[in-house]
């Protein structure tokens, strides 16, 4: 349990210190939207650019556990998007919710957990997790919001108008031509590695401090946005680490470092891109920021939970 609040304190801290500062007014009314204008234009596509340039083409080759974990991800946000659209949800806000639930906070919080509880062996593992849940997983949700927004309905003009919007969104060009470096098998040059690597660091802190002056704005959530939140929490918590472990377990039959991994990966809390990505696009992020605080909070136990079964 020690170890789980170690991972999970700072991320409610930075949270905390941001609703505090911006109650205390040591933070304006437009740090919420500069902050994340930050994230989104430079820290965040420089944290992936530097995920992707430094990661092998190799290592990713893991079939059974990207299947494992890839399938149980997106199948969790179709089903979630489904539910939403049923809940007369805007395809857009829709997406969001749906990325609510299968978009665990694997970069911030996998790492250490996963090296505290599984040891060094299991990090290649948790850098595959996080690429396909901040790359892939994202990039199906980007797509479903362009979708979403464009008027026009005809599927050439359609499919022409979201490409257009997909190649210039930051999000996605930035993890593709990481990829491409690293196809290259050139090293980065030292200094644009030290610069990227520290434009990225900044990503998930400045996410988090903007997730708390939101919540100091807005305050929490009520009524319907409740009720979503009320959903999308245990989905994040429960069924998505469930699914994981039936078909890292049962289904493709994976080893038990490798099925430990992806479950305790897929019961982490939301992370903070669904925020980010709500306030890109300009939607309400209520929900959104209310499921990344509780399930952030709750985690604590479902995840001592799980590592007490494990043993």
Known sequence: MGSILGVVLPVFGLILLGFLARRGGWLGPNTMAELNRFVVWLALPAMLFHVMAHTAWSILWQPGFVAAFGLASMGLFAVTLALRLRAARPLPDASIEGLNAAYPNSGYMGFPLCLMALG???LPLVTIGMI???CVLFALAVVCIEIGLQEERRPARLAAKVGLALAKNPLLVAPAMGALVSGTG???????DSLLKLLGAAASPCALV???VFLAQQGMVRGRDLQGTLLLVPLKLLALPALVWLLAAQVFRLGPLATHTAVLLAALPTGTGPFMLAEYYR???RITSATVLISTLTSVLTVAAYLAWIG
Request: no cysteine; charged share 15%; proline share 16%.
């Open 186 to 192: 050139l090293p980065l040059p030292e200094a644009l």
């Open 283 to 285: 939607r309400d992020a």
């Open 132 to 134: 396909m849940t901040v």
């Open 120 to 122: 060094p062996q299991s």
């Open 210 to 212: 903007a997730l708390g």
